[in-house]
């Protein structure tokens, strides 16, 4: 199995400013995923990312927007630029246990406010 | 497209009551299932997974999905409900060959003492 940290759990931002969310995976994995929750809603995949390369954006979303790092392989950031209320939602990690599906690990998630 | 249906946004049982939670799905091949579990301020636990193979899959705390291929289906159950399995479900489809998994909207869950 993998512990994923998720840094911070919580955040109040004022619009128009970013947030940069940490995870933190205590194994080495392929790929790293983002996730977004919106209050009352499921979950929608953000972007899919892979060490060494560019990360691969969902329809709706854009890079300009949710710029992510992955500098190695137990770790992964993504920013929330220029924060509108619309982005207060929780932003959850997550990587694949590895070879197709077996299971997906989640980060506890960083619940983020905008005011 | 792919796409996952939960029916039912809240369902309210009382403890030691049996549960279903359903969920639908729309799949063109034979679908990864999952069932997770989000806690308050928690992220999500894998509750059980069916890739292939017997069709009633069991879980952890006592939970068990049944994959009915004619319906569509990915039902999960429990037989009797505990206060501490109050919290929100998830459905999920993992898309082969592309690592995602496609959510469905949830069911939250209150259990009554």
């Known amino acids: 199995s993998a512990v994923i940290s998720q840094k911070p759990s919580r955040d109040i931002c004022q619009r128009g400013t970013s947030l940069t969310i940490q995870c933190q995976v205590d194994?080495?994995?392929?790929?790293m995923f983002w996730y977004r929750q919106q209050p009352g809603q499921s979950l929608t995949l953000i972007a899919t990312?892979?060490?060494?390369?560019?990360?691969?954006?969902e329809s709706g979303f854009v890079i300009d927007k949710f710029p992510i790092s992955r500098p190695n392989l137990t770790f992964s950031t993504l920013t929330v630029s220029n924060m509108s209320p619309e982005d207060s939602s929780i932003y959850l990690c997550s990587v694949d246990s590895g070879g197709g599906h077996t299971e997906a690990f989640f980060g506890q998630g960083t619940r983020l406010t905008v005011v | 497209a792919q796409s996952v249906t939960q029916p039912d946004i809240h369902i309210t049982v009382s403890e030691g009551a049996s549960l279903e939670l359903r969920c639908n799905y729309s799949?063109?091949?034979?679908?990864?299932l999952f069932w997770y579990v989000q806690s308050p301020g928690q992220g999500l636990q894998l509750l059980l997974k069916y890739f292939s193979g017997d069709t009633l899959v069991q879980g952890i705390k006592g939970f068990e999905a049944e994959f009915k291929r004619s319906q569509s289906s990915f039902n999960l159950r429990k037989p009797s409900v505990h206060w501490s399995d109050a919290a929100e479900y998830f459905c999920a489809v993992g898309t082969s060959g592309t690592y995602k998994y496609i959510f469905g909207t949830g069911t939250r869950l209150k259990v009554l003492a």
């Open positions: 799949y063109g091949a034979t679908p990864y």
């Open positions: 990312a892979n060490q060494g390369s560019e990360a691969t954006y």
């Open positions: 194994s080495q994995v392929t790929m």
